[in-house]
């Protein structure tokens, strides 16, 4: 029991499996194919910034929009009953557990031309709208995608208020709008903060969802780097020069939002 | 008054953003029963699609594939994982923070950059892709996973437990099996049922280390979404849909029922 021994395979599992797989993106990055170091790679990196900006926004739009939806819904099932909300969060969990393909293809189905929302749109003689390969199919995909991941932190830190912190606040004469911005915001902070990273990370890095309903205009990071390592462009010095970016770049943004969150304590953050 | 409204508000939310996540999910399921290949038009109510889903090969291979593979690699992820969270839990400090930031880098890490960077070692010590680099990729991935759910139970445990199993004359072995592991066996179940299901759901990090011979069903399904229709998938979709709500019903009403028990237990006790 006391000895770490018996974490030895891990260990050696780790060095091959993680350190030193991303040891070599970093390598690929700055060599060319030839194996000579360059950093010829990362300033091409450079010439998809549009990419990198449309791909940054996007991710930043889907993830507020996730906040905005999931933020009163999580409140609103912290003050149910017990068996409501052990239904409800199930409900919130089920769609998760089907593959984001098939979620993403009933978007598709919905969205296109003769789809079904344009059926229904053409009834009261609207449309049809032109839907799908637009940026907005591939916001909403996102937020489709990436809801629950914001409802559920939300949702257990939201547990932990109670409600005679409120009464309290309003006892002491605080408007509703008070209340929400003193009390319920900042005790919330930290569940904010773990849904934030939660939908921004995998949506910065998606390249299918955007493929599916961005059509071939709506290019993400994800794309780019697929592109690089499985598409015509084969060039995986350039594709790991973009991976480091974006690893760079959620690194970056993970560290302004730990700003927001006063808790050290990371341990079983993700889980 | 203000009271009744709100919460009439507050039903109407709710109701409104399960529509948002059930609405598409329902649309699919309906025209897996239809009988045109249209997407919006309904002619007709049929089961063919699910009759010619079963005659896939490809999706039954993969299904096959998916299931073999997220066994193997998530009964050898717990295994890996559940000796190392022993070992790192005796670990000094420092060496404690090293290890567990580098088991959170490929939890923290965009999926594509784990993909592709697997995918570079293969290249790299020339594996051919295939079983072997899927499973090796699906261990990786999953192996986080258990040490962050087992990582919990055994700081919880009571230390002298173990010793107390030593002085009673345990061999350090015996020991081990009768006093650490039900110990921390929840988390190991937990690790174990995170490690499966991330396994059969993966596609990303699939996607970069899968060869032509072995493909697993959340590919089969992005060659099939590639074809512009194909009612086959909405069937599919339909049956995993239902296989999923029916394993979390079950899981719900167990979780029901032990709560209810333990109510019963404590009102029990207090009436006494």
């Known amino acids: 029991m006391k000895s770490r021994a018996v974490s030895l395979p ?17 390598y690929f990055a700055f060599t060319t194919s030839d194996g000579e170091f360059t950093i010829a790679n990362i ?9 990198l900006v449309h791909s940054v926004w996007l991710s930043i739009v889907a993830t507020v929009i996730c906040l905005v939806i999931a933020y009163p819904l999580a409140f609103i099932l912290s003050r149910k009953t017990e068996n409501v909300q052990r239904t409800m969060i ?20 919905l969205l296109e031309k003769n789809g079904v929302i344009n059926k229904i749109f053409g009834l009261f003689g609207l449309g049809p709208f032109n839907m799908i390969n637009t940026p907005g199919a591939v916001v909403l995909g996102m937020v489709y995608n990436y809801l629950p991941f914001m409802i559920l932190p939300l949702h257990s830190i939201m547990l932990k208020i109670d409600d005679k912190v409120i009464e309290a606040a309003q006892d002491l004469g605080a408007s509703p709008i008070k209340v929400f911005t003193k009390a319920v915001i900042p005790l919330s902070m930290p569940g904010i903060t773990t849904g934030v990273t939660m939908v921004f990370v995998p949506a910065i890095s998606t390249f299918i969802i955007s493929r599916m309903l961005g059509g071939g205009s709506n ?19 350039l594709g790991s020069a973009i991976s480091l970016v974006l690893m760079v770049l959620i690194l970056l943004c993970m560290s302004v ?6 808790d050290d304590d990371r341990e079983g953050m993700i889980v | 008054m203000t009271n009744k409204k709100s919460k009439w508000c507050s039903n109407l939310y709710t109701f409104l953003v399960y529509l948002f996540l059930y609405a598409p999910i329902f649309v699919l399921i309906a025209f897996s029963f239809n009988k045109s290949k249209s997407r919006s038009v309904w002619t007709g109510f049929t089961f063919d699609w699910y009759k010619s889903l079963f005659h896939n090969e490809l999706i039954i291979n993969s299904l096959i594939n998916t299931l073999i593979i997220a066994a193997v690699a998530s009964v050898a ?16 400090k420092w060496l404690k923070g090293v290890v567990m930031n580098v088991t959170y880098l490929p939890v923290i890490n965009p999926e594509i ?9 293969f290249i790299f010590f020339r594996i051919e892709f295939g079983y072997t680099t899927l499973i090796l990729a699906h261990i990786s991935f999953s192996v986080p996973y258990v040490i962050l759910n087992v990582m919990p139970k055994l700081r919880q445990m009571d230390k002298f437990v173990y010793e107390a199993a030593l002085d009673l004359g345990c061999n350090p072995f015996k020991a081990f099996m009768k006093a650490v592991i039900p110990e921390i066996m929840p988390g190991i179940i937990s690790g174990f049922l995170m490690a499966f299901t991330y396994s059969i ?22 060659s099939m979404t590639r074809r512009k229709v194909s009612p086959e998938v909405n069937a599919l979709s339909t049956i995993i849909f239902i296989v999923v709500l029916a394993i979390l019903l079950l899981v719900n009403l167990k979780d029901a029922g032990k709560a209810k028990l333990n109510r019963k237990k404590i009102g029990g006790e207090a009436a006494r």
Do not use: C, K
């Open chain 1, 10 to 26: 891990y260990m050696l599992w780790m060095i091959i499996f993680t350190v030193i797989p991303l040891g070599l993106v970093a």
């Open chain 1, 43 to 51: 300033s091409q990196v450079g010439q998809y910034s549009g990419v």
């Open chain 1, 90 to 109: 199930m409900l919130v969990m089920l769609p998760m557990w089907m593959n984001f393909l098939l979620r993403t293809y009933a978007w598709m189905t």
């Open chain 1, 219 to 237: 290019m993400m990071i994800g794309d780019l780097i697929e592109l690089q390592f499985l598409g015509n462009a084969y060039n995986p010095n």
């Open chain 1, 257 to 262: 939002l730990n700003q927001f969150d006063a």
């Open chain 2, 77 to 92: 992820a717990t295994v890996l994982g559940t000796a190392a969270a022993i070992g790192i839990n005796n670990m000094n």
């Open chain 2, 113 to 121: 950059v784990t993909g592709v960077s697997l995918m570079l070692l």
């Open chain 2, 201 to 222: 759901d993966d596609f990303v990090i699939s996607y970069f280390t899968s060869g032509p011979q072995a493909q697993t069903l959340p590919i089969a399904i992005y």
